[in-house]
């Protein structure tokens, strides 16, 4: 095995799943940093109505960002199937066609969110005082969106491979680059959001050149299995999830899309032009695992726009105080995310080396990791909240409100860790729809009809909000440990008989 890859097919998993892990937290913290050092570098030289003006575009971005980065664990599923199977040629195939989607899909989100993205800030009714600022750093910030997209997909590819190290490295040198930028273009700028976000494009950009070049440089190490999960067509005829899911050889998922990778060699053969021909089966199967991600991640972000309605009703202390909250959690919510993401690849690993017995022993691993690293993160949080608002905005009453929200939702993290494992746990087992209804159901529709009852009820405020998070992150857990006892068992039994 080549340096840098993780082989989860075999042996114990705990000093795997940390390896994996923990280059993966401090990627997610090198990204909060540098993009916290836009929000920070903002508020200081613009006052709190440049934090909001970034704060209010951020649920905007979140929805772009979400196509992405939902199609990007569909590449990673494959991907990490292939490894597992050691499937060379599907490999290559994914990752000519993750690429070329990223693009095509990037440069779309862009044009329309520049012209749609005034409309959307007055749909979420976004105060007039910030308004313009708000209008301006969300259009330039959205021609970072296909560097962000490529960026993303080729590092699931490396990521489906075990190696998380190389990515975190990357990010650090693009995030670093950011902040210099940041430094440098708001002393020779006249207006601060411009300055950051012109940064933020500079960066993106520079950090997909370095990755296309560390691709380059390291085909044979990623494309070229060197496992020992190389499975015969025989044993790797098919596995079947939700309505007939993905496999590395057949692909049907539960959206119905159904894919073979089983053809006959002399068509994979037929001509060299052909390894860089976007396969249509590959492209399927992408959409098929990752669009039900994708379609959660921005429905949620689209239920959250309600949030910020009503966080906006509230008054600039209150949009400023949950800016700065969102920005912090994430010091917490990233840990869960990792873990989570540790779990969908060594199991679909497993998947593609057919070793299905080995996936609880995976959930199990990376619950007790990650237990292990929220409780503390949640404690400290929950101690120096007033300090960790501060650094954002040194306003009183922003420092008081940011510091109750902080204190009402911090404490709930360890349920959300759950969340993130059994919901990957449902998807790894093929039930991706599934997993998506409940996110869907508990997230978006559960949210959106109590904002609309303390509407209606007239009463909205930073309490009241913060216990709707709370209640749907238990609701979304229990249903996916009933769902997951439900299925685990007649799945197993299900993929071991094909």
Not at 65 to 91: C, H, P, Q, T, W
Not at 120 to 148: G, N
Not at 164 to 181: D, K
């Amino acid at each position: 095995m080549s340096r840098g890859e993780i082989l989860f097919t075999e042996g114990p998993l705990n000093k795997k799943i940390i390896k994996f892990v923990l280059p993966l937290i401090m990627a997610y913290f090198i990204q909060q940093a540098y993009s916290s050092a836009d929000l920070i570098i903002v508020g200081h030289t613009m006052g709190k109505n440049g934090s909001a003006a970034i704060g209010a575009s951020s649920l905007i971005i979140t929805i772009a960002i979400g196509l992405f980065s939902g199609l990007a664990m569909g590449v990673s599923m494959l991907f990490a199937r292939a490894y597992g199977a050691g499937d060379n040629e599907r490999k290559k195939k994914i990752y000519h066609a993750s690429y070329r989607v990223a693009i095509a899909l990037g440069i779309g989100i862009t044009v329309v969110g520049i012209i749609f993205s005034p409309y959307l800030l007055k749909l979420m009714q976004t105060p007039d005082d910030i308004f313009e600022p708000t209008v301006v750093y969300l259009r330039i910030y959205l021609l970072c969106i296909t560097f962000m997209a490529v960026f993303e997909m080729l590092a699931s590819i490396i990521r489906a491979i075990g190696n998380s190290a190389t990515p975190m490295i990357l990010q650090t040198i693009s995030g670093g680059l950011n902040v210099v930028l940041d430094l440098i273009f708001v002393n020779v700028l006249s207006d601060g959001i411009v300055a950051v976000s012109v940064a933020t494009v500079i960066a993106q950009g520079f950090g997909v050149l370095l990755i296309v070049i560390y691709i380059g440089r390291n085909k044979s190490k990623i494309f070229n299995s060197s496992t020992n999960a190389v499975r015969t067509a025989s044993e790797s005829k098919e596995v079947t999830v939700e309505n007939g899911a993905d496999t590395e050889n057949n692909v049907s998922t539960d959206s119905g899309v159904h894919t073979d990778s089983n053809a006959p060699a002399e068509i994979h053969n037929k001509d060299s032009k052909e390894k860089y021909m976007i396969s249509n089966n590959i492209v399927s199967a992408i959409f098929a695992l990752g669009m039900p991600v994708a379609l959660q991640t921005m429905v949620m972000s689209i239920s959250n726009m309600f949030l910020q309605a009503n966080i906006n009703t509230l008054g600039v202390d209150t949009i400023t105080a949950y800016t700065a909250f969102f920005k912090i959690e994430l010091f917490i919510y990233y840990p869960a995310v990792s873990v989570g993401q540790g779990l969908l690849i060594a199991s679909n690993q497993n998947i593609g080396a057919g070793k299905f017995e080995r996936i609880s022993l995976v959930i199990k691993t990376c619950l007790k990791i990650g237990l292990a690293i929220i409780i503390p993160l949640e404690v400290l949080e929950t101690i120096f909240a007033p300090q960790l608002v501060s650094i954002f905005n040194a306003e009183p009453g922003v420092i008081e409100v940011g510091t109750q929200i902080i204190r009402i939702i911090a404490p709930f993290y360890v349920v959300y860790l759950i969340y993130e494992c059994m919901s990957n746990a449902v998807r790894a087992m093929g039930k991706t729809i599934t997993a998506t209804a409940v996110s869907i159901t508990t997230f978006v529709g559960l949210r959106t009809i109590l904002y609309i009852i303390i509407n209606i009820l007239n009463i909205q405020s930073v309490v009241n909000v913060s216990i709707i998070y709370i209640s749907t992150w238990c609701l979304a857990v229990i249903l996916l440990i009933i769902i997951w006892n439900k299925i685990r068992k007649p799945a197993t039994k299900k993929i071991d008989s094909v």
